[in-house]
């Protein structure tokens, strides 16, 4: 057992700490102060989204990006609240906002939302971000300031929570932050492995040359990491990652336990699908690892390992996953939330272990609307 136990944690160790040096390699991008040449269609999915969606409007309106660079195309997939008066109503000063209504092709109404606008979309650059994010003024900018300064086919671009106001949000952001730390530092050992569709960009045609979402678009989720390994094998020194303040995205965190619940499985749904034999490794190793330490208490009640093994076994898992979750704290500056970090350590191998089975024997629920796996 001693043997077993060493094993899953030196993997453990050697990934999380890959990941933690992976992290600083990926080198921090400046913004020039220069003018803007690339134009972008911005693409927002929707479906009742009415509470969030006065955040992200007020938020579109403070980009400082020219108005003649950019349009935004909203897709209504079918809501039934006021998202579509809200969208009416508001005064968007001259910005180029269309409006199309989702047609359903597929199991995934995201994607099929994403595919239809793309159709629709005037220019060559794709930007996707969510109903309940909020953007940053300087965006576009960033954007447009990597596209002038590398070759690039997709980019992948930070993203946190805000309005963490109780430990259950805490929870949720230090997850978070977690997931941010394994997406950068993937990129740095060239293994990139994550995104999030919330705030990431791709060329039209390369979408069109690797043929969107086709071969992924029964499965719900992952408009995002689907896309990441098509374009990745299409040409791997095209896909970057953007380590700068100024373009992180930001949204709310989930209000109820089931609404977190429903979120993470459908997140953990399509980790199977994965083609990338890293992200199931990495997937695995980190199953593994969390189970075992659920299951190490009683194991030492049943005198099959010692109260040592059991100590040290939780040093060393919350010290390795602390240094990454540290560095991606700090890059989002948010390293007050850290003080939640050992309540939520204790937590997390039994939440992690939840979401897995019963993403795997049932299904969920997202936006109104029911998947099976």
Same mark, same amino acid.
């Given at each position: 057992?001693?043997?077993? $136990?060493?094993?899953?944690?030196?993997?453990?160790?050697?990934?999380?700490?890959? @990941?933690?040096?992976?992290?600083?390699?990926?080198?921090?991008?400046?913004?020039? %102060?220069?003018?803007?040449?690339?134009?972008?269609?911005?693409?927002?999915?929707?479906?009742? /989204?009415?509470?969030?969606?006065?955040?992200?409007?007020?938020?579109? *309106?403070?980009?400082?990006?020219?108005?003649? #660079?950019?349009?935004?195309?909203?897709?209504? %997939? %079918?809501?039934?609240? =006021?998202?579509? /008066?809200?969208?009416?109503? @508001?005064?968007?000063?001259?910005?180029?906002?269309?409006?199309?209504?989702?047609?359903?092709?597929?199991?995934?109404?995201?994607?099929?939302?994403? +595919?239809?606008?793309?159709?629709? *979309?005037? &220019?060559?650059?794709? $930007?996707?971000?969510?109903?309940?994010?909020?953007?940053?003024?300087?965006?576009? %900018?960033?954007?447009?300031?990597?596209?002038?300064?590398?070759?690039?086919?997709?980019?992948?671009?930070?993203?946190?929570?805000?309005?963490?106001?109780?430990?259950?949000?805490?929870?949720?952001?230090?997850?978070?932050?977690?997931? #941010?730390?394994?997406?950068?530092?993937?990129?740095?050992?060239?293994?990139?492995?994550?995104?999030?569709?919330?705030?990431?960009?791709?060329? !039209?045609?390369?979408?069109?040359?690797?043929?969107?979402?086709?071969? =992924?678009?029964?499965?719900?989720?992952?408009?995002?990491?689907?896309?990441?390994? !098509?374009?990745?094998?299409?040409?791997? =020194?095209?896909?970057?990652?953007?380590?700068?303040?100024?373009?992180?995205? +930001?949204?709310?965190?989930?209000? +109820?336990?089931?609404?977190?619940? *429903?979120?993470?499985?459908?997140?953990?749904?399509?980790?199977?699908?994965?083609?990338?034999?890293?992200?199931?490794?990495?997937?695995?190793? $980190?199953? @593994?690892?969390?189970?075992?330490?659920?299951?190490?208490?009683?194991?030492?009640?049943? #005198?099959?390992?010692?109260?040592?093994?059991?100590? &040290? +076994?939780?040093?060393?898992?919350?010290?390795?996953?602390?240094?990454?979750?540290?560095?991606?704290?700090?890059?989002?500056? #948010?390293?007050?939330?850290?003080?939640?970090?050992?309540?939520?350590?204790?937590?997390?191998?039994?939440?992690?272990?939840?979401?897995?089975?019963?993403?795997?024997?049932? *299904?969920?629920?997202?936006?109104?609307? $029911?998947?099976?796996?």
């Amino acid at each position: 057992m001693i043997t077993i $136990v060493f094993i899953i944690i030196i993997l453990y160790v050697l990934l999380i700490g890959s @990941f933690a040096y992976g992290f600083d390699k990926v080198q921090d991008f400046k913004l020039e %102060d220069i003018s803007p040449k690339t134009k972008f269609s911005v693409i927002i999915p929707f479906r009742n /989204e009415a509470n969030n969606l006065p955040n992200l409007l007020t938020s579109i *309106s403070r980009l400082n990006y020219p108005k003649t #660079q950019f349009e935004i195309i909203f897709i209504d %997939d %079918d809501s039934t609240d =006021n998202s579509l /008066e809200l969208l009416e109503s @508001f005064d968007f000063k001259k910005t180029d906002i269309s409006v199309v209504k989702n047609i359903r092709s597929t199991n995934s109404p995201k994607k099929d939302a994403i +595919t239809l606008a793309i159709s629709k *979309s005037k &220019y060559e650059w794709i $930007v996707t971000t969510d109903a309940d994010c909020n953007l940053p003024k300087f965006w576009l %900018d960033a954007y447009d300031n990597y596209i002038q300064h590398n070759d690039a086919n997709l980019l992948i671009a930070p993203v946190t929570l805000t309005g963490v106001t109780s430990f259950f949000k805490r929870f949720q952001l230090l997850d978070i932050l977690s997931l #941010q730390a394994v997406t950068l530092g993937s990129f740095g050992i060239k293994k990139p492995m994550l995104c999030n569709g919330a705030n990431m960009a791709y060329k !039209k045609s390369v979408f069109n040359k690797v043929a969107g979402f086709e071969g =992924n678009a029964h499965i719900a989720s992952g408009d995002d990491v689907f896309l990441l390994e !098509k374009v990745k094998n299409l040409n791997f =020194n095209a896909v970057h990652y953007i380590k700068n303040k100024e373009i992180v995205v +930001t949204t709310q965190p989930e209000i +109820t336990f089931e609404s977190l619940k *429903s979120q993470r499985v459908r997140w953990a749904a399509k980790t199977s699908n994965y083609n990338s034999v890293f992200s199931k490794i990495t997937a695995i190793i $980190v199953l @593994f690892t969390n189970g075992f330490l659920v299951c190490l208490p009683l194991l030492y009640l049943a #005198q099959i390992v010692s109260l040592k093994t059991l100590v &040290y +076994t939780f040093f060393i898992k919350f010290m390795i996953d602390f240094l990454l979750l540290f560095k991606s704290a700090r890059f989002f500056d #948010q390293t007050q939330f850290l003080s939640s970090y050992l309540f939520a350590c204790i937590i997390y191998p039994f939440f992690n272990l939840y979401v897995a089975f019963v993403s795997v024997f049932t *299904s969920y629920k997202w936006k109104g609307r $029911v998947y099976k796996k």
